[in-house]
């Protein structure tokens, strides 16, 4: 009796990880399926919103100043860009061979004129006075998040 249980309870356990690993199977060709459906629209909403887009990233600004005591910078541009106060920049630099790099994150907090003032969110490089930023979507585009 024992070994007849024991034989039926692997016969089980075999059976189900055999349907567990069918079910692991359908469920990751959906998500690749859903991967490819998702990047497709993905496309088709940027070929709608900037066709024109070039492939290299064209700075929106540049930085100004950098208060390291309050974790804050001044950049370029402001009301006359119709920047908003929550806007996400995203600050960049350049290597030697023209690779683009992330800097950090700033979020816009005060908007003037010309200027803003904005916080470092997130500092992945120290940021300094003549880096480039751009806005959050473009940088999204250009090299995804």
């Known amino acids: 009796d024992l070994m007849e249980e024991t034989t039926s309870q692997r016969e089980a356990a075999t059976e189900w990880s055999e349907r567990y ?3 692991l199977d359908q469920r990751r060709r959906m998500v690749g399926e859903l991967e490819r459906e ?4 993905k496309d088709r909403y940027w070929d ?10 064209e700075a929106e600004g540049r ?10 910078v001044f ?16 600050v960049f630099g350049r290597g030697p061979n023209g690779e683009v790099f ?5 979020r816009l907090s005060e908007i003037h004129s010309l200027t803003s003032r904005a916080s470092i969110v997130e ?4 940021i ?9 979507e473009v940088w999204d585009r250009y090299q995804g998040s």
Do not use: L, N
């Not at 998702?38 to 629209?41: A, F, G, T, Y």
């Not at 930085?63 to 804050?72: A, G």
């Not at 992330?102 to 700033?106: A, D, H």
């Open 48 to 57: 709608a919103v900037a066709p024109d887009v070039p492939d290299v990233i």
């Open 128 to 136: 300094v006075e003549g880096d480039e930023f751009v806005t959050s």
């Open 63 to 72: 930085v100004i100043s950098v208060r390291t005591d309050t974790r804050s």
């Open 123 to 126: 500092e992945v490089r120290y």
């Open 38 to 41: 998702m990047q497709s629209w």
């Open 102 to 106: 992330k800097k950090g994150t700033i």
């Open 75 to 90: 950049i370029e541009g402001g009301q006359d860009r119709e920047y908003r106060e929550t806007d996400r920049m995203i």
């Open 21 to 23: 690993q069918e079910e």
